[in-house]
C-alpha cells in the first residue's frame, strides 16, 4: 500500500487494521498484542505495516475506537446477552453502527444455550421449569453455572431431585432441535439465544459441580438414593466430588484428623505432584521431625508412575470422605452460605 492517494477505514482489510492497531498501541502495548497471535498471523501482520508509508493520527483515531467498541459489544454480550448489547451500542454510538459491530462479532462469537437464564434469579427460575419433565429441567441445569443450577436442585421435590440428578449425570450430547424446542417453552418470559451445533453438556461432572454447591441434607438424600439404584453411578460421583488437591479446603484439625489415619508411603507419593500450597498445607500440620521424614521418603522415592500417585490420592480421598461421613471432619463446600 503506498501513499499516493488518501484511504479509508472502510477500504481496509482485517489485517491491514490490525497492523494500524499495533502501529497505533506503541511498542510496549503492541509486544503484549503480537504475543497473542500465532507465528504466521505475525508475520503477516508484520509485512502490512512494513507496506504502510504514513498513517494519519485520525486513521489511527478511527481504527482504536473500532476495536475499542468490538472490545466493549463483546463484553455486552458475555454479561448479558446479544440483545442486552445491542440495546446498549444503540444510546452509544447509534443503531447502524451498532448493527454492525453486532454482526462482525455474531460471525465468531459463540453464545451457549440458555445464555439467556444466566441474569435470571433461581427461585424465579424454578418457578418456571419445576412443573417440567425432570428430562428438560436436566437439559436446562446442565447449562446453568453450578452456583445458579445448585438452589434449583435443591428447591425442587425429593422424588424429582434424584431424577434430575440421574438424568443430570447420565446426559451426554443432545441436539440442537431439542435444545431450541425447551428454549421455546421458556421463550414467552425469557428471551433466548441458541447456537447451531451439536453441543457437549451434562455428565457426571455437571452433576459433581452441583452436588458441591447444594446443601449438605440435598446431597445425602440424592446420594444415598443413587448408592441404591445406580451404585456404580454414585461411586463415580463420589470420586469426583472432592479430588485430592482439595485438601487444602480443610482447616488444620481436619488435615491433622486425616493425616492421622493416612498411610505415610501413600502420602508420600500423593505429595509428589502437586502444587507447593498443597504440600506446605500437609506439612504444616505435621511434626517438624514427620515432615522432615515426609521429604526424604519423597526424594528416596525418584521418579514414580503417574497412575501410583493417583491410586495413593484416591485412596487419602477416601478417608477425607469416611471421616466426613462419620461426622469427624466437615468439608467447605465453597459456597457463599459456608462455614466451618
Do not use: W
Not at 493520527?57 to 475506537?65: G, R, T, V, Y
Not at 521418579?303 to 466426613?324: T, Y
Amino acid at each position: 500500500m503506498t501513499a499516493d492517494r488518501a484511504i479509508s477505514v472502510s477500504e481496509l482489510n482485517g489485517k491491514q487494521k490490525v497492523a494500524i492497531l499495533v502501529i497505533a498501541l506503541g511498542q510496549e502495548n503492541s509486544v503484549k498484542l503480537l504475543r497473542l497471535l500465532g507465528e504466521e498471523e505475525i508475520e503477516e501482520i508484520t509485512l502490512e505495516i512494513a507496506n504502510f508509508k504514513k498513517i494519519s493520527p485520525d486513521m489511527q483515531e478511527e481504527i482504536l475506537q473500532e476495536f475499542y467498541n468490538l472490545a466493549i459489544a463483546q463484553e455486552y454480550i458475555m454479561s448479558g446477552g446479544v440483545d442486552y448489547a445491542r440495546t446498549i451500542l444503540n444510546d452509544a454510538v447509534g443503531s447502524n453502527k451498532a448493527d454492525e459491530i453486532i454482526g462482525r462479532l455474531s460471525s465468531f462469537l459463540r453464545v451457549s444455550p440458555f445464555d439467556f437464564l444466566k441474569h435470571t434469579d433461581p427461585k424465579q427460575l424454578l418457578t418456571f421449569i419445576s412443573n417440567e419433565h425432570p428430562q428438560t429441567i436436566s437439559l436446562i441445569l446442565s447449562y446453568l453455572e453450578p452456583s445458579d443450577a445448585a438452589p434449583v436442585l435443591g428447591g425442587l421435590a425429593p422424588e424429582v431431585q434424584v431424577d434430575v440428578a440421574r438424568r443430570l449425570a447420565n446426559m451426554d450430547r443432545c441436539s440442537p432441535e431439542v435444545i431450541r424446542e425447551v428454549e421455546r417453552i421458556l421463550e414467552q418470559k425469557i428471551s433466548s439465544v441458541m447456537t447451531t451445533d451439536i453441543q457437549q453438556t451434562g455428565g457426571v461432572k455437571s452433576l459433581v459441580e452441583v452436588l458441591n454447591l447444594v446443601d449438605r441434607s440435598t446431597e445425602k438424600a440424592i446420594m444415598e438414593s443413587l448408592e441404591d439404584s445406580e451404585p456404580e453411578l454414585a461411586d463415580e460421583v463420589k470420586r469426583l466430588m472432592f479430588v485430592f488437591e482439595d485438601i487444602k479446603m480443610l482447616d488444620d484439625r481436619a488435615i491433622q484428623a486425616v493425616l492421622g489415619q493416612t498411610d505415610k508411603k501413600d502420602l508420600a507419593l500423593a505429595l509428589k505432584s502437586v502444587a507447593e500450597d498443597v504440600r506446605m498445607k500437609c506439612m504444616k500440620n505435621m511434626s517438624q521431625r514427620a515432615a522432615q521424614a515426609l521429604t526424604e521418603e519423597m526424594e528416596f522415592m525418584g521418579p514414580v508412575r503417574l497412575k501410583d500417585v493417583e491410586d495413593a490420592q484416591q485412596r487419602i480421598v477416601a478417608v477425607i470422605r469416611r471421616l466426613e461421613e462419620s461426622g469427624e471432619i466437615i468439608i467447605d463446600r465453597g459456597g457463599e452460605n459456608a462455614m466451618i
